[in-house]
């Protein structure tokens, strides 16, 4: 679960970002500093349980993949055969890591 939270406000988080358009209004950018605190201090937990390889493999991956669904509707971003295949490379990496890597 720590690493659900973790991924979440990490999206989150970006969401943020882009809305905050280089930390000029107040209220984007404090959710962005609020979001990353929150998924810090959760990936943090996550570490404790399990391997720093699976964990920040498992969160990068799929905070790339949530966060470009995000960027597609809520900010009607494009993307192309590239980006896809991208992604559907990285899902099978984490996929993988997570079956056949370190044991947890």
Request: some cysteine.
């Amino acid at each position: 679960i720590y690493l659900i939270i973790a991924i979440s406000t990490e999206v989150i988080g970006s969401a943020f970002l882009k809305s905050s358009e280089g930390f000029s209004k107040f209220i984007p950018s404090l959710g962005t500093i609020i979001s990353f605190g929150i998924c810090f201090y959760f990936l943090s937990k996550t570490m404790q349980h399990l391997p720093l390889n699976i964990t920040y493999a498992t969160w990068a991956g799929l905070g790339l993949v949530l966060t470009t669904v995000v960027s597609i509707i809520i900010f009607k971003e494009q993307i192309n055969l590239i980006t896809i295949v991208s992604i559907v490379l990285i899902i099978v990496g984490v996929v993988s890591l997570n079956i056949f890597g370190t044991s947890h």
